[in-house]
C-alpha cells in the first residue's frame, strides 16, 4: 500500500513535471489542432477498476501529463471559437498554481483570513473596473450560472419581503407566484437559476418584439402596470452569446422604478463592454440595476472556476445564504464569512487568480485587450461581407459575429442542413473550434472572441477553414 504520507519526498519532482509539460503544451497552442484526434479516446483508457495497490505520485502525474497533453481540446489557445471562453492570462495561471498550493478556504474568515481579505480586495477591484457603486456587496462563485443564482436568491428573497415573508426561513408557504420578465434574449444560465431556486423555469413571461427576440417595452411596460405595485423581477441580458445582442438596461430600469421591480443584469461576457468608451453605451444603467452577474473565465481570462455575482443591497446576501453551526465563528462586515454569503460553504481562493490579472494589467490592459477583440470580431465581419459565399445575420455589436454560409446555388430550404454538417465537419477538422447555433431561425456560427492569445491570423483562418470545408461539402454532394 502507498499512504500519501509516505510520498512527501516526490512533491518537488511532481510539481517539475507538471511545469514542464505545461510549458510545453502552451508553447504548442498556436501549432496543435484545437480538436486533437485523440480527444475522446484517450480518457476511458485511463478507468477500469480502481486498483487496490497505487502506482505512486509520480506514475500517477507522468500518466496523467501524457493522456491530457494529448487529449486535451486547445481551449487555452486563440482558435478557439465555439463557446465564450477565455484563455488564462499569464499572472492568473501563475495565481491559479500558487491558489492550489496554498489550499485556502475563503469560507470562513477564521480559516483564512488573507483568502478572505483578498476576495474584498478582488470584489472591490471588479467593481471599479466595471464602474458599479462601492457600496454594493459581491462575491466571486464558480461561474456564470452561480453568479446569476446568487443575483436571483437576492431578487427572490427581496420580493418575498415585499409580502412581509422570510422566504429563506418559512419557504414559500402562502406567497403567489413569482413574475418574472425578461426578453428572447434571456440566457439558458439564468432560466436554470430560476428552476433552482424553485420559481420555475417556465415561470418567465418573454416579451419581444422581433424574430431574434429583443425586448418589447411597451409590453414590458403594460405588465408591470397589470400588476399594479405589486413586486417582480426583470431579467435584463448583457450579451446575448448568439449575436452579443443586448436589452437596453437603462429603459429597463426605468420601467422598474416606476413599478416597483427588481432589475438583474446576466453580464456574463456583456460587463466588460464598460471597460471601452467606445461600448460602454451597451450596459448605460448598469449602476442603476439591482443585481448583476459575469463571468471570470470569459473576458478577464482566469482559469475556470470562476464568476462575480454583485448586488446592491448586500444583507439580501446574508439573510439567503446564511446559516449556522457550533464550529462557525466570527465574521461579519469587516470580517466576512463569505460561506454565509454565497451557495458555497467551503471555497477556495478565487481572488488570487482574478487579483493578480488585475494587478498585472490593470483597467487600461483590459480595456486595451477588449478593444482589440472588438476589432478582430469586425475583421471577421468584413472578410464575411467580402465573401461571396458567406452572409451575415446580425450587426456586430461586441465580441460575436453571427453568420451563415451561403454559397451560390444551393436553395434556401437546404441550407440549415449544410451549415449544420459544416459545422460539425469544423469541429471533427479542429484547426479552429466553432460551432452552430439558431439565429432568427437559421442554423448559423457564432464565434465568440474572448481569449487573450486570439491574433488576425486566428480570425483569418477561421473564416479560411469554414469556407474551404464548405466548398468540400458542396463538391461532394454535387459528385453524389
Known amino acids: 500500500m502507498t ?38 479516446l484517450i480518457a476511458p483508457t485511463l478507468g477500469g477498476t480502481l486498483p487496490e495497490d497505487g502506482d505512486g505520485t509520480l506514475a500517477a502525474v507522468r500518466e ?70 462601492a457600496s454594493w456587496g459581491g462575491v466571486l462563485v464558480t461561474g456564470g450560472t452561480m453568479a446569476n443564482y446568487v443575483g436571483l436568491t437576492a431578487a427572490r428573497r427581496w420580493w418575498a419581503l415585499q409580502h412581509d415573508v422570510d422566504i429563506d426561513e418559512d419557504g414559500w408557504t402562502g406567497l403567489p407566484c413569482l413574475p418574472v420578465f425578461g426578453s428572447g434574449l434571456i440566457h439558458a444560465s439564468s432560466v436554470k437559476a430560476l428552476g433552482m431556486l424553485g420559481i420555475g423555469r417556465r415561470c418567465v413571461t418573454t416579451l419581444t418584439r422581433d424574430s431574434v427576440g ?3 417595452l411597451e409590453a414590458l411596460e403594460s405588465a408591470l402596470e397589470s400588476l399594479r405595485g405589486a413586486p417582480a423581477v426583470i431579467v435584463a441580458t448583457a450579451g446575448e452569446p448568439n449575436a452579443g445582442d443586448f436589452d437596453p438596461v437603462r429603459k429597463i430600469v426605468d420601467l422598474a422604478r416606476a413599478h416597483n421591480a427588481w432589475v438583474h443584469v446576466d453580464g456574463a461576457f456583456g460587463l466588460f463592454a464598460r471597460l471601452s468608451p467606445s461600448t460602454s453605451d451597451l450596459v448605460a444603467g448598469l449602476d442603476e440595476a439591482d443585481s448583476a452577474a459575469s463571468d471570470g473565465h470569459k473576458w478577464l481570462n482566469v482559469p475556470h472556476d470562476c464568476g462575480f455575482a454583485f448586488v446592491r443591497d448586500e444583507g439580501l446576501l446574508r439573510g439567503a445564504f446564511g446559516s449556522s453551526a457550533a464550529y462557525y465563528v466570527g465574521g461579519g462586515v469587516d470580517q466576512p464569512n463569505f460561506a454565509l454569503m454565497a451557495p458555497e460553504s467551503s471555497r477556495k481562493a478565487r481572488a488570487f487568480a482574478v487579483w493578480a490579472t488585475l494587478r498585472a494589467y490593470g483597467r487600461g490592459g483590459y ?70 447555433t439558431t439565429y432568427g431561425g437559421r442554423v448559423a456560427f457564432r464565434p465568440a472572441i474572448v481569449n487573450y492569445r486570439s491574433t488576425e491570423a486566428d480570425v483569418d483562418l477561421l473564416i479560411d477553414v469554414i469556407r474551404e470545408l464548405g466548398a468540400s461539402l458542396v463538391m461532394a454532394q454535387h459528385h453524389r
Not at 510520498?7 to 480538436?35: G, I, K
Not at 468584413?382 to 455589436?397: I, S
Not at 454560409?405 to 479552429?432: C, S
Request: hydrophobic share 45%; with cysteine.
Open 3 to 40: 499512504d500519501p504520507i509516505d510520498q512527501l519526498s516526490d512533491v518537488d519532482e511532481a510539481l517539475n513535471l507538471v511545469h514542464e509539460a505545461a510549458s510545453r503544451f502552451l508553447a504548442s497552442l498556436p501549432e496543435r489542432p484545437v480538436r486533437p484526434p485523440s480527444a475522446e
Open 64 to 133: 496523467l501529463i501524457d493522456a491530457g497533453t494529448d487529449a486535451a481540446i486547445g481551449s487555452a489557445g486563440g482558435r478557439f471559437f465555439h463557446f465564450v471562453v477565455g484563455g488564462a492570462t499569464p499572472a492568473a495561471l501563475a495565481a491559479e498554481w500558487l491558489t492550489a498550493a496554498l489550499d485556502q478556504n475563503t469560507g470562513m474568515w477564521a480559516a483564512s483570513p488573507f483568502g478572505a481579505g483578498m476576495e474584498v480586495v478582488a470584489v472591490d477591484w471588479l467593481k471599479q473596473l466595471f464602474g458599479l457603486p
Open 214 to 216: 429583443r425586448i418589447d
Open 367 to 436: 480595456q486595451a485587450m477588449v478593444e482589440r477583440h472588438v476589432g478582430l470580431a469586425k475583421r471577421v465581419a468584413q472578410r464575411v461581407d467580402e465573401a461571396d459565399d458567406l452572409e451575415r445575420l446580425a450587426d456586430v455589436q461586441l465580441n460575436v459575429v453571427c453568420f451563415r454560409y451561403r454559397p451560390a446555388g444551393v436553395p434556401e430550404d437546404e441550407l440549415d442542413g449544410l451549415n449544420q454538417r459544416l459545422g460539425e465537419a469544423v469541429l471533427a477538422d479542429g484547426r479552429v473550434y466553432v460551432g452552430t
